[in-house]
């Protein structure tokens, strides 16, 4: 009994691995996106430098703040150092024998003087310790003040680039899912389309053993059936390739299965006057905001430079501790200090102008990326929403041509089965009924992936997406 239920649980644990296998998960539009924004590196790159400048920030107003530092040390001889100095002995000898003599008290004898040389002697005592207390306090240091003016900024440049790199995942996966979608939903006109060409063939068969039809015309049934279904393989293996590269944008594992689920469905959307795009992208645009915001970095960093010039004054106190002896039995002392320290800089070589003159180049580097970026967005956004009304203009007539290829198809099967058609008649209704509805999806397809291109470029995101940004 319990080698059964032992191996009734390895059967079912076999089980789950082989079925875990073969999952398939299927997203809609909405769910790749916000798959998108939860794994792609670069959305979690660019969150990551949001956190890093908010760190910088703190750490620029911390370099405002009072610093406190403790500093302790203690140290052994094993030799002491020594120094020439006049000698003692010979000094103070000298001069008791100088005033006995003088006084009268001895009578003069040179030969008691002895000879004045210098001696290597020491100051120091065998074991020393000393302990510190600092607190510092910048009173005025232009360059620290700048820095927390110039990291608020970097701070704000990390989540406009956050904004910017949403915005263009966003758009990436709206390429890459309709674009799989779009595969797919190809795949299912062909299947579509070969499933007409079987059914043909099935009646020209029948047809053909009652003697109705010719060998000729039964032939000609089987080449469209053969013709169709190498282009549904090739779709199938396109859709493969669609799909992982739908994989790699929302950031999902390549082995996985994934298919997608939706419909490319034409919806008559207001198109924008080309005045009023332009001047929605040139204010929010986030690529161009991110740039103008770095122009706003370059300038401080200016500013950072020049601090150079200006000096800079800090108010410190400190406490001492310290002792030393030849023993163990130290003679201890304390010291308190209070005082400024002013520093400023009269001539450093010029590095100080040539570091300006450098920030003064990338800022007009800047500058000119500004101005191309916006050349760029003018010529996108006016080719966009040229191309939106193209595309417009063709749905309509897509449209129609489906529904009048769908009737042509229908009356070419109806005039073969009355005696009145030919094969040919169906073969080229059923090609042109894929190359409308093919032609429908490619129309609807590009005029939905123009309006996400729009989208980005007038820096537009969904609610959602911004309350992702916002975490």
Known sequence: MQNL????????????????????????????????LSNNRDIKIAKLDVEKAEEAVDEAFGYALPSFDLSANFSHFLSKPKMAFPDFEALL??????????????PQDNSKFLPMESKLQSFSQTNNFEASAQVTQILF??????????????????????????AEVVFNVKQAFYGALLTKQMLDITKATLANAEENLKNVKSYFEQGLTSEFEMMQAEVMVENIRPKVYELENLYKDTLNKLK?????????ELNVTGEINYTNKEIPEIDDALSIALSKNYDISSL???????????????????????????????????????????????????????????????????SLIGLRQTEEQINTLKDYTVSEVKNTINNLHRVKLQVDAVERNVSLAERAYDISVTRYNEGTGTQLEIK???????????????????????????????GILSETEIDFIKK
């Open 141 to 166: 240091n232009s360059a620290v003040f700048r820095g927390i003016g110039a990291s608020q900024i970097y701070l704000d440049l990390s989540k406009e680039q956050l904004k910017a790199k949403t």
């Open 5 to 36: 239920k032992q191996r009734l649980r390895i059967i079912f644990i076999l089980l789950i691995l082989f079925f875990s296998q073969y999952y398939s998960q299927t997203l809609t539009l909405n769910e790749s996106i916000e798959t998108a």
């Open 292 to 358: 103008k915001v770095k122009k706003q970095i370059d300038e401080e960093f200016i500013a950072l430079d020049r601090s150079e010039y200006w000096p800079q004054l800090a108010a410190f106190g400190n406490y001492t501790y310290a002792g030393s002896s030849d023993s163990w039995n130290f003679q201890n002392y304390s010291a308190t200090t209070v005082g400024l320290s002013f520093s400023m800089n009269i001539f450093n070589g010029g590095r100080t102008q040539n570091k300006v003159d450098q």
């Open 428 to 458: 080229n209704a059923n090609i042109e009924l894929q190359t409308a509805k093919t032609n429908r999806l490619q129309v609807v397809h590009d005029y939905i992936i123009a309006f996400a291109k729009l989208d980005k470029l007038l």
């Open 93 to 106: 000898t000298n001069a008791t024998y100088n005033i006995l003599f003088n006084e009268g008290v001895l």
């Open 248 to 256: 790699l944008v929302i950031g999902v594992d390549q082995n996985s």
